[in-house]
Structures are given as C-alpha cells and as structure tokens.
C-alpha cells in the first residue's frame, strides 16, 4: 500500500490520535494546521520519549497513528499492532552538537577535533542511553575515541523531554550532543552544527496505522500529507532531511 497516494475517504470529519517520540514534535506542528484545513479532520498529538510511547501502547493507550524510530516501528509491525502495509518513511535526523548562545564554538570538522572539545569541556549533556537511540550511539562513539572514562563524571544523561537541552541555555552545562530537530526546537542555544560523518549516525523516522485505529482511512491520509513531496520543507525547517 502506498500512503503517499492514499487520500482520505472518510466523509465526516474526525480525531485522528498522533502518538510519537518528540524528535518530530516540531515538524508535526508545521504540518497540522494545513492538513487539518484541507481534510477537516482534527489532530490530537501526544508526544514522549521513544521508550515512553511504546510503554503507553503497550499499557492500552490507544492510537491511530504511531511515529517511531525506523527499528522500533519495524518491531511494533511484526508483532502484529500495525495494519500491514501501513508503514510509511518520512525523514531522518542527525546528531549535532549545541553550545549556550553566544558562547565559542567548538571545531567538529573531524573526530579528533570532536574529542579534543568534548575533552576541553567543562561538562557535557546527552541524551539517557536507557530512553533514547542517540544516547546509546553517543557512548559508542565516547568508547570509540577512547574518552569514555575521561568524560564520565562531567557527563549528565538526560533527554529533551526532560530539559536536556535547557541544561545548555541555562548555562549548567556547557555543550550537548542531541538531535538537531530537539535543539532547534530550544531557545537560547546555538547548533554548532552535525557530528562528522565518521561519528554520525542518523535516526530515521516513519510512520504506520495503529491495528485497532477505528479511522484507518483518515489515518492513512495523515501519513500521505507527511510523505509527500511537495510539503518536505517542513520537515527541513524542523533539521530534518526528508526521505529521498
């Protein structure tokens, strides 16, 4: 099945419930009100952590659409919680390093400048490796350029959603690794700018149609209006690169 040329069949206007992780918050809130204008249906999002959202569908909240990480989807899909077919790519997003605004902003053109200011710092932040897919690489790569000891006790794990990247702004930490889509979505911060290919990796994202959604159709649509091409500014605008 092919979302992106999917349109909404549905006569009477509905809710469609947007469950996803919050890299794509920004994003999502760009896309809502035009589609919202041209199919008369309404959005109510529910944003989380990665870990948080699987936990509350797994607990018996409900959903009509789902937007995850790639492999998280994937899993949800075999496992039976997805109309088959439904799940549709939509952009991926890279990690990139923040600094207070205003502050000096360090060399990342290469992996030995990465670890020399990641060293120099004061103090770091990054997201929890037990709730986000970027803290989990993050501590490879701090084990790749052999720092990891070196940079523990000044390290704080903690995501966006719970002020990660405040912790930057507020001047409590000096620099930060996240997605670049959760520190644009911050104030008082300047993106230094992405991790150098030899270190990056990017999340993609998608989406798909809860099993049980009782508006499959309008759902669908809604992942039709993310994926198509001529409406991908959005998902830049939000430090995404949209599929393709």
Not at 50 to 61: D, T, W
Not at 132 to 150: F, K, N, V, W, Y
Request: with cysteine.
């Amino acid at each position: 099945m092919d979302a992106s040329n999917t349109k909404t069949v549905s006569p009477a206007a509905t809710e469609i419930r947007v469950y996803a992780s919050g890299a794509p918050r920004a994003a999502l809130k760009r896309f809502a009100p035009e589609f919202e204008q041209a199919t008369g249906h309404k959005l109510a999002f529910t944003f989380d952590g990665v870990s948080a959202i699987r936990e509350r569908l797994a607990s018996g909240e409900k959903a009509d659409v789902v937007l995850l990480p790639v492999p998280m989807l994937a899993t949800m899909e075999k496992a039976g919680t997805l109309r088959p077919g439904t799940c549709t790519a939509l952009a991926r997003v890279g990690i990139g390093v923040v600094v207070r605004q205003g502050a000096a902003l360090p060399d990342l053109s290469k992996p030995e400048a990465v670890r020399k200011a990641l060293l120099d710092a004061r103090s770091i932040a990054y997201s929890d490796p037990k709730l986000a897919p970027s803290g989990i690489h993050l501590e490879r790569i701090l084990a790749q350029l052999g720092i990891a000891g070196a940079v523990r006790q000044k390290t704080t794990l903690r995501t966006p959603f719970d002020g990660g990247v405040e912790l930057i702004a507020n001047g409590d930490v000096e620099m930060g690794m996240f997605l670049v889509s959760e520190i644009r979505m911050a104030e008082g911060v300047t993106l230094v700018g992405l991790l150098p290919p030899e270190l990056q990796s990017y999340l993609e994202f998608a989406g798909g149609v809860a099993l049980d959604s009782p508006v499959p159709e309008p759902a669908l649509a809604l992942l039709g209006f993310l994926s198509d091409p001529e409406r991908q500014d959005h998902w830049r605008a939000a430090g995404f690169e949209p599929k393709g």
